[in-house]
């Protein structure tokens, strides 16, 4: 296996993030209840808008710091759906310079119906141009942003294959663009195939600096248990599965996030764990991007130097602003707003702490 790449250039003096990865329309449908195959329900409300790693980090970026430089890299289809995208950025002032576009085949697009009965979401995928991302456009991706957030692998067709010189498309596209200066973040959808984690994403690992995952996919990583199910969390098998992380080879950060919280390691010892922020069942309109609300709340913390436990706060704050909006990315807010609702949680706790006497 080949060693993790050196890169060419220091991060210092560099700002910004570049996202590189899926370009999803998400076509959004609220329905009553989830039906038995071969029976109908109505949708009651439907809404489009882009979606996918990438794009979702990107987009609650721009929420919560307009002057942070943001650019976008990935390949979308000569139609509507490829404009709408590119459209998208250009309202947020995100740079679409390294989105390409592919003449045969469409814009990747997702059907997300969202039940009324507990807020759960299921999917239905149209790869589309996003399979054919793979390292010949990596290999142009150049610039002067800090970190390259590479978002989803197991759902990018072009680098989730063998490489007979890293293992896999995907750590060889990570190994890139840390040879170009870039510190990497990884993130990955959730795959039923316990196989494709270790053959395609394990072997990215020591090339990603900065990792984000939820319950499912750190189980799927290090063949273990979820850490959290049905409400109960453990929390001290969530933090194992972080540091075995670090252990398969991340360079600096693991942080794992599920409904009921988050956990973090860094290769220089540090251990973190924070709560969600309380939202009832009642006031949730989607869950749907709430993962990638956190990745980006705890990337934004990243990029500026904050500490561990100020990065998982961030993360756990926009991911409860992002429960209040339909599509993925409308429940962002500003900075500002984050660091007063956790202003707010935190003297609650401490609080709640005087009164328990610290239990």
């Known amino acids: 296996m080949t060693e993790p790449a050196k890169p060419t250039q220091t991060t210092e003096g560099r700002r910004g993030i570049l996202a590189v990865g899926n370009l999803i329309v998400d076509k959004m449908h609220r329905i009553p209840v989830y039906p038995a195959e071969s029976l109908l329900v109505p949708i009651t409300e439907t809404s489009s808008s882009p979606g996918g790693g990438a794009v979702n980090v990107l987009f609650d970026l721009a929420r919560v710091d307009p002057s942070l430089p943001l650019s976008i890299a990935g390949l979308v289809g000569d139609d509507e759906d490829g404009r709408f995208v590119r459209t998208q950025f250009e309202a947020r002032a995100i740079d679409t310079r390294r989105i390409g576009t592919v003449p045969d085949r469409p814009t990747s697009f997702t059907h997300v119906m969202i039940s009324g009965a507990n807020a759960t979401r299921t999917f239905f995928h149209g790869h589309g141009a996003n399979s054919r991302l793979g390292l010949d456009h990596v290999r ?18 072009g680098l989730d294959v063998p490489d007979d010189e890293y293992g896999s498309g995907g750590a060889h596209a990570l190994a890139i663009l840390q040879g170009k200066g870039f510190r990497t973040s990884l993130d990955v959808i959730s795959d039923p195939d316990p196989e494709r984690y270790r053959r395609l994403v394990v072997p990215a690992l020591p090339h990603a600096d900065y990792l984000c995952v939820n319950e499912h996919e750190a189980a799927g990583l ?41 956990v973090a390691a860094t290769r220089s010892g540090e251990r973190g764990r924070q709560d969600s922020y309380h939202v009832s069942k009642r006031e949730v309109v989607s869950a749907l991007g709430a993962g990638d609300a956190f990745c980006a709340g705890l990337l934004y913390g990243v990029h500026e130097g904050y500490p561990l436990a100020e990065c998982l706060r961030l993360g756990v704050a926009l991911a409860r602003f992002n429960l209040f909006a339909a599509s993925a990315t409308d429940g962002a807010v500003s900075l500002p707003r984050l660091r007063a609702l956790i202003d707010v949680k935190e003297r609650e ?7 328990t006497g610290g239990r």
Do not use: C, K, M, N
């Not at 706790?349 to 009164?355: G, N």
């Open 349 to 355: 706790l401490v609080r709640l702490r005087a009164i």
């Open 222 to 262: 290090t063949g273990s248990a979820p850490a959290a199910r049905d409400g109960a969390v453990d929390w001290e098998g969530a933090l194992a599965q972080a540091t075995r992380l670090l252990e398969l080879g991340v360079r600096e950060l693991v942080a794992i996030h599920f409904p009921e919280g988050a």
């Open 140 to 157: 142009t991706l150049d610039g002067p942003e800090r970190i390259a957030h590479l978002a989803y692998l197991l759902l990018l067709e």
